[in-house]
Nanobody, 116 residues
């Protein structure tokens, strides 16, 4: 199993980024996929998740209305569109298979820094 995130970077407050996570080594379409993030000194937290079958999405309250998770099963890729970024969105963002923090496979992470 391999998960490779990309799309992170430095952005000003109010800006946008689109993260991608390319998956291989498993039947991507059969798995729910999630994005987590971890800021310095804080626990890793669930940001958004999307089901496998019908593509239903769930979001942390802190990102609702600003972030959108989506998936393209033909490309084995899950995305996280992040709009109206805030300073507190600064973190390393990880994609993973499944919902729970203690199971599934993790990517290596991509840094998102929101700074003026």
């Amino acid at each position: 199993v391999q998960l490779v995130e990309s799309g992170g970077g430095l952005v000003q407050p109010g800006g946008s980024l689109r993260l991608s996570c390319s998956a291989s080594g498993f039947t991507f379409s059969s798995y729910p996929m999630t994005w987590y993030r971890q800021a310095p000194g804080k626990e890793r937290e669930l940001v958004a998740g999307i089901t496998s079958a019908d593509g239903r999405a769930n979001y942390a309250d802190s990102v609702k209305g600003r972030f959108t998770i989506s998936r393209d099963n033909a490309k084995n890729t899950v995305y996280l569109q992040m709009n109206n970024l805030k300073l507190e969105d600064t973190a390393v963002y990880y994609c993973k298979t499944g919902w729970g923090r203690n199971s599934g496979y993790w990517g290596q992470g991509t840094q998102v820094t929101v700074s003026s």
